[in-house]
């Protein structure tokens, strides 16, 4: 079974910068799409980035030029490193997998928090 596992979170002012990380266990990071979404307060779950198998990547534009999307193979990690960060990126960031041939994601993190203080 896929298990994903965030950590990084935590609190920073606004300007910050914070990287996340994706462990993943149960299979390769190889030939997996993984991605980042976030929920804020009272909102809905959105999507933040994704990292393709074949090393493409896709940004929200609210993140674009600010946060970059990596993946270590070799550590079956992924990451995500946000820079100039603003009180409105606060919320709980999920990572989540799959096949690149599968429409959803069927494995999810159980999220870590990040707060900016402005």
């Known amino acids: 079974q896929v298990q994903l596992v965030e950590s990084g979170g935590g609190t920073v002012q606004a300007g910050d910068s914070l990287r996340l990380s994706c462990a993943v266990s149960g299979r390769t990071l190889t030939n997996y799409v993984v991605a980042w979404f976030r929920q804020a307060p009272g909102k809905e779950r959105e999507f933040v980035a994704r990292s393709w198998a074949g090393g493409a990547t896709d940004y929200a534009d609210s993140v674009k030029g600010r946060f970059t999307v990596s993946r270590d193979n070799a550590k079956n990690t992924a990451y995500l490193q946000m820079s100039s960060l603003k009180s409105e990126d606060t919320a709980v960031y999920y990572c989540?997998?799959?096949?690149?041939?599968?429409?959803?994601?069927?494995?999810w993190g159980q999220g870590t928090q990040v707060t900016v203080s402005s």
């Open positions: 989540a997998g799959r096949p690149p041939a599968s429409p959803t994601y069927a494995a």
